[in-house]
């Protein structure tokens, strides 16, 4: 018996239900931590929630470098113009510069998950006070407190001059 094509196109409602409230660190976004009442500063909760959002950044960087590649092998046109050719290899300087960040900010990940694992997280490393839930989620590999990284990048600054 022939299979008769009866299968209507699903005509799906797509009311998606845009959550209420989400943060975007650029990368991914995710729905911010309510600590309960009394809960204590980086609980295991509270640990497991930045373990989540830096996984999910990490996996968003290694698709993205990834791609980065795949791009990269497939534009190894060679255009006849040279202001093609000096406009494709200041894309791909850009681009390579790009995947050097990306690989930098991928291993400051993988580092910030294991102070996660250690339990060492969430604490200036200058001054040792709370760097807070809000910072760390938009910030969530930061190892300063808001004080200490404005004090830092005003003594850099000083230092480029
Ligand atoms: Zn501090």
Sequence with gaps: MATSKTAKPAAKATTQSTPAKSVNNGTSSFQPYVPKKGEEYMSKAQLAHF?????????????DIERTVH?????????????DRASQETDMALELRNRDRERKLVKKIEETLDRIKADDYGFCDKCG?????????????????????????????????
Excluded: H
Excluded at 71 to 83: L, R, S
Excluded at 143 to 157: A, G, H, M, P, W
């Design 71 to 83: 791009t990269m092998q497939d534009e190894q046109t060679v255009f006849a113009d040279p202001n």
């Design 51 to 63: 373990a989540a959002i830096l996984d999910s950044l990490k996996g968003d960087l290694m698709a």
């Design 129 to 161: 006070i709370e760097i807070g839930i809000q910072r760390l989620e938009a910030r969530p590999t930061a190892t300063l407190c808001i004080d200490c990284k404005t004090l830092e990048e005003l003594r850099e600054k000083q230092v480029a001059k």
